[in-house]
């Protein structure tokens, strides 16, 4: 039978084991999809965890938002999609019991989308989540448009490096944040037009010379957290902030009414609106075909050893890029 990863206990990742599982018919409106392969991200660790903001229901939680495969099956009602036809995972928001750690899910026919046409299995399982939460945040949240001077905080993770290339696709500026000054060449490279090193420099000097004394138009926090304070004194007034991440633990402190705060953005506020997602879609597909964006992978690992690409990502030793793992 099919294997799928699930856990009983939250803790760290050996709590993770592969069990077998029959194959789940697709209902009325729903597809079933083979899948090749899915990403590893922070949403799934800390659910693993135990940790906000999102709590799985145990025994028997499953993992996964976001992956690539081909359509198995299709249910009654379903005429957009044919057997075969390779997709991407537009949104599993009920990942504990539909997620893509597995050989085969079960979803809405409307929660998959046309794998983009130049993209690879693996680059395939790790485009949705980032691009489409750095595409939500800056352009249907925060209204980005050409020539704004975008500050974009944990630009060295896969959200950030979506970000930067979001924003040059629009005609946008972005100006990456990192902690270490080693990683400024490399996210030039991606296509930051500044990077403020906090090791080495003042984020709030930094950035308002990069923006000519202005202050950033748009600033997308990733991190939020006692230094969502800073972000606010570095977005110029009347400026937008954007709090769309969660590595900051701590809490964060009541901004100041000189820049509009958005509430946290969360991705699956706007995957789960169909409109939304064919703009996405489209965005993401003009992209690709452009070169304009392009997901950046760490490292690849097979479905047997799924627990070894958790402690990967917990490491610290990534280069940036996205877990991956083949099934």
Known sequence: MPRVVVFDAVGGPDVLHIVDEPVIEPGQGEVRVRIEAFAVNPLDVMTRAGMPPMQAPLPHARLGVEGTGVI??????????????????????????????AEYTTVPANQVLARPAGLGVVESAAVWVAYSTAYGALVETAGMRPADRVLITAASGGVGRAAIQVANQIGAVPIAVTRRATAVDELLAVGARAVVATDHEDLVDATRRHTDGAGADITLDLVTGPGQRDLVEATRPD????????????????????????????????TTDPVVVRRMAAFLTAGVRLGALAPAIDAVFDLADVADAHRHLESGRRTGGKVVVTV
């Open 72 to 101: 198995d099956a299709v249910g009654a009602g379903v005429g957009s999609w044919g057997i075969g036809d390779p997709v991407i995972l537009a949104a599993v928001p009920d990942a504990h019991v539909r997620g893509s750690y």
């Open 239 to 270: 400026g937008v902030l954007v709090p769309a991440g969660f590595l900051d633990a701590r809490p964060t402190p009541p901004s100041p009414d000189k820049v509009r705060v958005t509430g946290r953005y969360r991705s699956f506020e706007h």
